[in-house]
């Protein structure tokens, strides 16, 4: 109930004119940033941070705050549209958001990532007001063996699902796995499989990969089948937002498994875009129609979008309560905070209650203006399918290279997007799937520096993996997901002997 | 309104003659076959074992084992599948008519900076694959660039490449 | 044509360069060879806002985090940039040390150094819950661990991962050290028990300190902080012991500093320590070195290039003995 009480003086902090105006403000920002890739949440709040040393501290971190609102929402924009994920942590909602819109259903799956963005940041932000220092003091029994963890499940709740040549899937991953591990090696403080090129020394970006793989091999592939965008004649108006919430409470269950997946990525810190994936990765698993997805269906939409925005939020839990940052974007806020004088920690919520609150009142606010203002631009964004594709196609392809440049603000970067646009060209022309490689991309150096920190700690001893309770529940969680599949086969397969052996007497 | 050009090799008969896809299943084997080697040979150049726990070389290493075998193997199937057409030369050309300019506008980039690369990339784009009204390309040559300056420039103060012209100019 | 613009334009200045010093003519990019929210881009951050609000320069500033292959990619950038007076780069220790560990083809000679704006502390740090009181109960208890007992900070074969080592070879014991993506997770893991100590410099660490998670042993400089003000109920910075005197005769300290590319003029460097002298007088950065106890040490021309010769000297050495020295 004291919760309550000082949620309500928050309310009174956060819902000032001017509070409210640095809100919109900053949700607009947010998608602006959010939506061109290269930029997200972490340069657009550095890029403001400067300007904030002279405000009020709880203003500056509801603008801050909300330009990170906004970019969770806006990342799902272009991959949706183009197949060209905004931020890393909506690559997931492109397997199905695309297809939607390639069938006419844009402004379906728009609302529907929003509205799931919503329904995950809203659960994280009760998280937040109602839990937040228990839960942080569980992210602190995360050691790298539960890190590892962690990983070991993201990747067995996503793997072996694919209808795909099985060898096809391997190599995909193989690669992936591959690509990771070029560059400097945290745990040695060496180079790897760079063979002496300084340009090999970065190693390859997530977003660059992805921006090739994803946006430029899509336009490649588009214009074999002629010059023109599939699903233009989308029906563009705001009644498809009520029509698409209409047929929301049947995901319910989804929904809220993909809540407590981010939730729990987001404290632990596991992250948004692990969370995005084994949001979509369990949906599936659990869906009546595994086979739909992939093939424009609403759930793939909602479940990474839930589970990345849920993380995203909770991600600030631990920064606010721990001083530990959740997130890149959270790392920034969290140097802001101590820009402004503030130390961040434990003590936070003792000494700056009306910032604290504050803060965790604009969340709620910043989330209903956020989702107010983009399901507003729905149709905008929908229409945009409906310009000619010889004006729409080169202004993507200009946008994806300053993506590609910016993310490192290298020139090299360019080229590697052109490269991966013929690899996705041609990985896609052959059925090779993606999203494995872009997953062993993205957690594959995280996953073996965890494993090495945990080796390094425990002197080569593997039995670290199963040494406490919590890291033996995410092991064995793991193993049964990965074994799901052929279990679920075994069983088919004995019911049906069985089944077999009934029947055999009727049948002759 | 540019309508769209519809081409007539645009949705080309089955029958019509391309690339085969059997050749590029193989060759993309033999690529990924490589790539592996090379990781290999990096990874056990530097320690691939297991010294009070992996070296830098081991996962990779094991790795580039697993896509190694799985190259073999979906280079097995691709020598034994049937015939059929990767990409037809009708298919290609549209695609080359994308990728040309795309790889001369990346070339470009390193010379004349984006700004100057975008304008003229849009320019050509629009001239060889729409049929749009001279002022409706010029138009959208000149504002992109102009918009992604006050965005990327002035507004969030992120440099992009920048070439001789820009430094004229003062920037 | 462009030529005769160039010319044009050199000769209508030349008058007003001799009269006046020069100055920047377009935004000024300061290279942060970290991610955004590390100690390096705060520093770099409090520089632009310190810049901005005291309208030290007319040019906006511009941050750009080249973080890639530890800080190898800003480094290789500015080398690149020779001769351009419109780009920065934040520097730390890894300047020579990530040249030495990777063999990576850059050195600090072919920048110019403009000025070192502090230096950075390193202080022991231990959980709270652990009965160690002093470096040398660390220590004892560090020769009686089997397995050892395991530290950890920010990569490997950076400053981290150097005193923690140096301080294995003078103390004569076995300590394992893990390495971490950066300060803040190592600070993380030493709060949740998964290692032992940190040798965190004290920005990284003073939240948990404050919350009483972790607690601090020594501090790895020749003589103690001059931070008097109370930074938990009983203690401040001041108040740490140095390890020397603690019998842990190990001294390390990491400089912050501001480098320009190579081949600009003597004016434009001039320029840059002029900027930078000024920055260090505001009330801004005076209150950053608080917050971050770090050392104020304002150090520009002759002075600061002995400072690093003799540094990079001083690295060299360490990493030799700890076996850091790329040999491949």
């Keep these: ?508 | 309104m540019a309508d769209v050009s519809h081409p007539a090799d645009d949705s080309p008969p089955a029958s019509e003659r391309g690339i085969s896809r059997r050749l590029v299943e193989t060759l993309v084997s033999l690529l990924l076959l490589g790539v592996s080697a090379l990781a290999l040979w990096d990874s056990y150049g530097r320690g691939a074992g297991w010294d009070n726990g992996p070296e830098n070389g081991f996962f990779p290493a094991r790795v580039a084992w697993i896509l190694a075998i799985a190259a073999v193997a979906t280079l097995w199937s691709a020598l034994r599948r049937e015939e059929s057409v990767f990409v037809t030369y009708g298919q290609l050309r549209l695609v080359a008519q994308v990728f040309v300019p795309l790889f001369l506008y990346v070339l470009a980039i390193a010379f004349v900076g984006i700004y100057v690369a975008s304008a003229l990339f849009l320019v050509l784009f629009m001239v060889m694959l729409g049929s749009f009204r001279w002022w409706q390309t010029v138009l959208a040559a000149v504002l992109t660039p102009l918009i992604i300056f006050w965005v990327f420039e002035l507004q969030f103060r992120v440099p992009l490449p920048k070439g001789p012209i820009e430094a004229m100019l003062g920037y | 044509m462009r030529l005769a613009v160039k010319v044009a334009i050199a000769a209508a200045m030349l008058p007003v360069a001799s009269a006046h010093a020069w100055e920047p003519t377009k935004p000024i990019e300061i290279i942060v060879p970290f991610p955004p929210g590390g100690s390096s881009d705060q520093m770099a951050r409090t520089i632009q806002g310190a810049i901005q609000k005291n309208n030290l320069v007319k040019q906006p500033i511009i941050i750009v985090n080249k973080p890639a292959a530890a800080g190898g990619e800003a480094m290789l950038d500015i080398q690149k940039s020779a001769g351009d007076p419109h780009k920065l780069i934040t520097t730390s220790s890894g300047i020579y040390m990530t040249p030495l560990a990777t063999k990576l083809p850059v050195s600090w000679k072919d920048f110019t150094p403009v000025a070192m704006m502090a230096q950075d502390e390193f202080v022991l740090w231990v959980n709270s819950a652990k009965p160690y009181k002093t470096a040398k109960d660390f220590l004892d208890a560090a020769k009686a661990a089997a397995p050892p007992l395991k530290t950890g900070g920010n990569g490997s074969k950076r400053e981290d991962h150097l005193i923690s080592v140096t301080m294995e070879q003078t103390a004569g014991v076995k300590i394992t050290y893990v390495p971490y993506q950066g300060g803040g997770p190592a600070s993380v893991q030493l709060a949740g028990g998964h290692i032992d100590a940190n040798v965190n410099n004290p920005a990284e660490e003073v939240a948990n300190w404050r919350s009483g998670a972790v607690k601090p042993l020594c501090a790895f400089s020749p003589k103690p902080m001059e931070y008097t003000q109370k930074v938990t109920a009983d203690m401040a910075w001041s108040d740490i012991p140095t390890c020397p005197s603690q019998g842990l005769n190990v001294t390390y300290q990491m400089l912050r500093g501001m480098f320009m590319p190579g081949k600009v003029t003597p004016e434009q460097q001039a320029y840059y320590v002029d900027l930078f002298r000024k920055v260090a007088e505001t009330p801004d950065w005076k209150a950053y070195l608080e917050r971050n106890a770090l050392v104020p040490d304002f150090r520009s021309g002759q002075a600061f290039v002995d400072f690093l010769t003799e540094d990079e000297r001083k690295h060299k050495e360490l990493m030799t003995k700890a076996g850091f020295i790329a040999t491949n």
């Design chain 1, 1 to 508: 109930m004291d919760d309550l009480n000082q949620l309500l003086l928050g309310f009174q902090v956060a819902l000032t004119w001017q509070n409210v105006l640095f809100m919109v403000v900053g949700v607009l920002l947010g998608i602006v940033v959010g939506v061109l890739p290269g930029l997200g949440g972490p340069n657009g709040v550095a890029i403001l941070l400067p300007l904030t040393f002279g405000m009020d501290p709880t203003s500056a971190i509801i603008l801050l705050s909300s330009i990170y609102w906004g970019a969770l929402f806006g990342g799902a924009i272009t991959s949706i549209l183009f197949n060209i994920p905004g931020e890393a942590w909506s690559v997931a909602t492109t397997f199905d958001g695309y297809p939607m819109a390639q069938q006419g259903r844009a402004g379906e799956a728009l609302t529907a990532a929003f509205t799931a963005s919503f329904i995950g940041a809203l659960s994280g932000v009760v998280l937040i007001t109602f839990v937040a220092p228990l839960v942080a003091k569980f992210a602190l029994r995360f050691g790298p063996a539960e890190f590892f963890g962690v990983f070991f499940l993201t990747f067995c709740s996503f793997i072996g699902m694919g209808r795909e040549n099985k060898a096809k899937i391997v190599a995909s991953l193989a690669l992936g796995f591959l690509l990771a591990a070029v560059g400097l090696d945290t745990i040695s403080g060496d180079l790897r499989l760079t063979f002496g090129s300084p340009e090999l020394m970065k190693g390859f970006d997530f977003l660059v990969v992805v921006i090739g793989l994803f946006g430029v091999s899509e336009i490649l592939l588009t214009i074999e089948e002629g010059l023109h965008f599939k699903g233009k004649r989308a029906a563009i108006d705001l009644a498809v937002v009520l029509r698409t919430w209409a047929t929301l409470p049947r995901y319910w269950a989804t929904l809220i498994r993909s809540s407590v997946v981010g939730m729990w990525m987001g404290v632990t810190p596991g992250g948004a875009i692990a969370a995005s994936f084994m949001g979509y990765g369990l949906a599936k698993r659990f869906s009546r129609r595994p086979d739909a997805f992939g093939r424009g269906e609403v759930e793939g939409v909602l479940a990474p979008e839930t589970a990345a925005h849920a993380a995203g939020t909770s991600a600030l839990l631990p920064m606010l309560a721990l001083g530990i940052p959740g997130s890149a974007t959270a790392a920034v806020l969290l140097g802001g905070l101590m820009i402004w004088g503030l130390q961040p920690g434990p003590l936070l919520f003792v000494e700056k209650k009306e910032f604290v609150w504050g803060l965790i009142a604009s969340m709620y606010l910043g989330n209903v203006a956020g989702l107010l203002i983009v399901l507003a631009t729905v149709p905008v964004f929908a229409a945009i399918m409906r310009i000619p594709f010889a004006l729409v196609a080169p202004i993507i392809l200009v946008v994806c290279a300053i993506g590609a440049f910016t993310v490192e603000s290298s020139r090299f970067d360019i080229w590697l997007m052109l490269a991966f646009g013929i690899v996705g060209y041609v990985f896609k022309k052959l059925d090779y799937p993606l999203a494995p490689l872009v997953l062993a991309l993205v957690l594959g150096d995280r996953a073996e520096d965890a494993f090495r920190q945990a080796l390094l700690g425990s002197g080569g001893d593997l039995s670290v993996f199963f040494s406490n309770g919590l890291v033996s529940t995410l092991m064995i969680l793991a193993l049964l997901l990965l074994f799901w599949g052929p279990l679920g086969d075994i069983r088919r397969l004995v019911a049906r002997k069985i089944g077999l052996g009934r029947e055999a007497p009727l049948a002759p």
